[in-house]
């Protein structure tokens, strides 16, 4: 099992989070962000995954990275999220990065101080990632695609287009997702399959198994155990 922490940055309030690999290959499910990272001595930027990604890693390898709130990686990076689905990109090939920018110690640190520089360099727009914002809210409540074009007073049409922009995703899936990750956190903290099932959301644990094989390739009980 890899061995994964998160904590709230000190400087910006982002979740930095840390990951030992304990294989030569780590299983990587979709999460619905996007994520800066200190990947093999790599600055990268890890793109909305739609599917499950097998990641070649060395064991004992640290993996450090800072989740991106939503919209902010479209805002900064100027690339709609679904250019990036599935991808891990180097930063140097989206943006010109400072001379300042080194990872010789404090890893978390240097992932807060490119968001701050990113930040004041893009200057983002706040009511899009105040909207941003708010279809994530609406994807984790479970909102139907209609509800949630109503909610934001914009066609079903409008909504997709503007999802894909900010998340990579369309709001369905983009619900779908959130309903996955809460459903296995739920399983792994100790919650029988059924009962987190249907806590998330889901018809029954059937329909939990049928679209965790469909996300991550696997069964609910092999990734409570991984």
């Given amino acids: 099992m890899a061995n994964y922490a998160a904590r709230r940055g000190a400087r910006t309030g982002a979740t930095v989070w840390r990951v030992r690999a304990d294989g030569p290959q780590q299983h990587v499910v979709p999460d619905g962000v996007l994520d800066l990272m200190w990947f093999q001595d ?63 110690g404090d890893v978390a640190d240097a992932l807060e101080q490119v968001l701050i520089d990113m930040w004041a360099r893009a200057d983002p727009d ?4 105040r909207t941003a914002a708010s279809l994530d809210r609406a994807a984790r409540e479970g909102l139907s695609v209609r ?19 900010l998340f990579g995703y369309g709001p369905k899936s983009l619900a779908q997702i959130h309903r996955f990750q809460r459903a296995l956190h739920l399983a792994r903290s100790g919650l029988p399959l059924g009962e987190a099932a249907a806590t998330a959301g889901y018809v029954d644990q059937a329909h939990f198994t049928r679209e965790t094989k469909r996300l991550a390739g696997r069964t609910p009980a092999a990734l409570t155990r991984a």
């Fill in 42 to 104: 790599r600055l990268v930027v890890a793109g909305p995954d739609t599917r499950a990604m097998a990641v070649r890693t060395r064991p004992g390898e640290v993996t450090w990275g800072l989740r991106l709130a939503p919209g902010v990686a479209h805002a900064l990076l100027g690339v709609p999220a679904d250019e990036l689905a599935d991808r891990r990109i180097d930063l140097a090939e989206l943006v010109t990065p400072p001379k300042r920018w080194s990872f010789e």
């Fill in 126 to 129: 706040r009511s899009l990632l």
């Fill in 147 to 165: 509800e949630t074009a109503e909610l934001h007073d914009l066609s079903e049409r409008s909504l997709r287009r503007l999802s894909a922009r």
